[in-house]
């Protein structure tokens, strides 16, 4: 059971935009910490696409941003485009007992 | 360019020992913090372990707490896990990876992650 909770899958057709929703409790997201993003290709490593809520590193699209509220976040993906297939996590910070890393469960995005 | 390229992954007995290694290069290691992260067969990202730049304090995920030590050799640039009394549920993709807001203290909530290692597996057999 993770801390933030993403749904297990989406899905859109090319074009369309989709929404991936990240929801955390007041120890972490509610908390007022950062929330950031990453995509993981099958058989890859996790690589960075948004942090610190909605920045974009250099190299990710401008389809991709981030946006946060309350206990949740959002990665929003607009032109969904082919490539954008993979799963993608959250991450924050959780101190409820101590101080840990948190993911998200992960999204797998399919584009149809 | 920044990397970070795990070793010492196999094929371990219940409870046996494992030590990983990260070797780091593209940066000054010893200002960073770094993390380890665990990925099981077709399941999500797990944080197991954290350290500062100096290597203390260190800090521990509940399901590894008193089995697994993090250290680094700042001189060698190189993070290490060490894994004791291994069970069947620590097989996965064991993964390294650098402050991306270039902390040197672990524990900064604005804090996230990149780059991350290529991974190496972990596989806990009776």
């Known amino acids: 059971q993770s801390v933030l909770t993403q749904p297990p899958s989406v899905s859109g057709a090319p074009g369309q935009t989709l929404s991936i929703p990240c929801t955390g409790s007041?120890?972490?997201?509610?908390?007022?910490?950062?929330v950031h993003w990453y995509r993981q290709l099958p058989g890859t490593a996790p690589k960075l696409v948004i942090y610190?809520?909605?920045k974009r590193p250099s190299g990710v699209p401008d389809r991709f941003s981030g946006s946060k509220s309350g206990t949740s976040a959002f990665l929003d993906i607009t032109g969904l485009q082919a490539e954008d297939e993979g799963d993608y996590y959250c991450?924050?910070?959780?101190?409820?007992?101590?101080?840990?890393?948190?993911f998200g469960g992960g999204t797998k995005l399919t584009v149809l | 360019e920044v990397q970070l390229l795990e070793s010492g992954g196999g094929l371990v007995q219940t409870g046996g020992s494992l030590r990983l290694a990260c070797a780091a290069s593209?940066?000054?290691?010893?200002?960073?913090?770094m993390i380890w992260v665990r990925q099981a067969p077709g399941k999500g990202l797990e944080w197991i372990s954290g350290?500062?730049?100096?290597?203390?304090?260190?800090f521990y995920a509940d399901s590894v707490k008193g089995r697994f030590i993090i250290s680094r050799d700042n001189s060698k640039n190189t993070l290490y896990l060490q894994m004791n009394s291994l069970k069947a549920e620590d097989t996965a993709i064991y993964y390294c990876?650098?402050?991306?807001?270039?902390?040197?203290?672990?524990?900064?909530?604005?804090?996230?992650?990149?780059?991350w290692g290529q991974g190496t597996l972990v596989t806990v057999s009776s």
């Open positions: 990876a650098k402050s991306g807001l270039g902390s040197s203290v672990f524990g900064v909530v604005e804090d996230w992650f990149d780059p």
């Open positions: 593209g940066f000054t290691f010893s200002r960073h913090a």
């Open positions: 350290l500062r730049g100096s290597g203390d304090p260190t």
């Open positions: 007041r120890s972490n997201v509610g908390a007022g910490y950062d």
């Open positions: 610190g809520n909605n």
């Open positions: 991450q924050s910070y959780d101190t409820s007992v101590g101080v840990s890393v948190v």
